[in-house]
């Protein structure tokens, strides 16, 4: 699988948009890119995934350049309840073999009034 | 339904103990998934059963032992457990195997004496 590459703590106010990248060079063909947010003492909880450009749901949207070697988590408008750890995982749709399902480090994101 | 309950939310044992933890969907899922998370690590893969049998097993000690008794329910058995094996146990579902599972429980925090 693709290993990915994300900052480890990033800083923001309320109301400002949060961009988070995450680097995934080796990302594979049929590699998807999925972002999963995190509060303490809860399971992780699936936000947006994508293959190539954007994507964007009523939470979050995501940006993949055309050589899908990173991609970057949007948040707009951010609250402190947004305040958690962002995980980035590359991998494809279904898992067919003994691979190694990883997460990332994650980014621990601290939305301030 | 869209959630993965587990229970329960809080576990305390002694190294000598057995206990069990479990998790339940009603989703219809049909791969269902065992993590363990540390404080402040991102969560790790131990097993994954799809269809009721066990699909992955990333060399877990045979002190954690999986159970899938039906579609909906997943157990995992505890005996003799170390004190580093202290964490947050985190439960999973998906449609099929997938390297994102769409949904995460609560998890169970384990303290082991």
């Known amino acids: 699988l693709a290993k990915t590459t994300q900052p480890i703590s990033m800083d923001s106010y309320e109301g400002q948009e949060v961009n988070i990248t995450c680097s995934h060079n080796?990302?594979?063909?049929?590699?998807?890119i999925t972002w999963y947010q995190q509060f303490p003492s809860q399971g992780p909880r699936f936000i947006i995934q994508?293959?190539?450009t954007k994507v964007t749901n009523e939470v979050a949207s995501l940006f993949i350049p055309a050589d899908r070697k990173s991609s970057t988590l949007s948040l707009p408008r951010v609250s402190l309840s947004d305040t958690a750890v962002y995980y980035c995982l590359v991998g494809p749709p279904m898992n067919t073999g003994f691979q190694k399902l990883v997460f990332g480090t994650g980014t621990r994101l601290l939305v301030s009034p | 339904d869209t959630e993965v309950t587990q229970t329960p939310k809080h576990l305390v044992m002694g190294m000598t103990n057995k206990k069990s933890l479990k998790c339940e969907q009603h989703m219809g899922h049909r791969a269902m998934y065992w993590y363990k998370q540390k404080a402040k690590k991102p969560p790790e893969l131990m097993f994954v059963?799809?269809?009721?049998?066990?699909?992955i097993n990333e060399s877990v000690p045979s002190r954690f032992s999986p159970e899938c008794p039906n579609s909906s329910l997943l157990n995992l058995h505890l005996h003799a457990l170390q004190p580093e094996d202290s964490a947050l146990y985190l439960c999973a579902s998906s449609q099929v195997v997938r390297v994102s599972p769409e949904y995460f429980g609560p998890g169970t925090r384990l303290t082991v004496l």
């Open positions: 994508g293959y190539k």
């Open positions: 080796n990302i594979a063909t049929n590699d998807y």
């Open positions: 059963y799809s269809y009721e049998k066990l699909s």
